[in-house]
């Protein structure tokens, strides 16, 4: 099982993105998605959540700004990010939560590097 991100970029403050999450290989069923970041000299945190419900957690940082969403049958998870502030510059990368013939496991995607600045 393999994730491959995409979108992000250099945006202003102020602006707008998009990544996007695709998955690839063998799963049963998803039980969740995310995005996390990860800033120079920080650690990786979690920003937003969708669970297979659709039921959705998000960072204090990045509510109101950020919203996730989820294509299970595509296997797909997107950001969408307004509001764009310097603080969320990161490499973000998007996680998988699956099952597989019984097991849980979870894989990461390569990570997209997202730089806000004027």
């Known amino acids: 099982v393999q994730l491959q991100a995409s979108g992000g970029g250099l945006v202003q403050p102020g602006g707008s993105l998009r990544l996007s999450c695709a998955v690839s290989?063998?799963?049963?069923?998803?039980?969740?998605m995310a995005w996390y970041r990860q800033a120079p000299g920080k650690q990786r945190e979690l920003v937003a959540l969708?669970?297979?419900?659709?039921?959705?957690n998000y960072a204090d940082s990045v509510k109101g700004r950020f919203t996730i969403s989820g294509d299970n049958a595509q296997k797909k998870v997107y950001l969408q990010m307004n509001s764009l502030k310097p603080e969320d510059t990161a490499v973000y990368y998007c996680?998988?939560?699956?099952?597989?013939?019984?097991?849980?496991?979870?894989?990461w995607g390569q990570g997209t590097l997202v730089t806000v600045s004027s």
């Open positions: 996680s998988l939560n699956y099952r597989y013939s019984g097991i849980n496991s979870q894989r």
């Open positions: 290989g063998s799963i049963d069923s998803i039980n969740n």
């Open positions: 969708i669970y297979s419900s659709g039921t959705t």
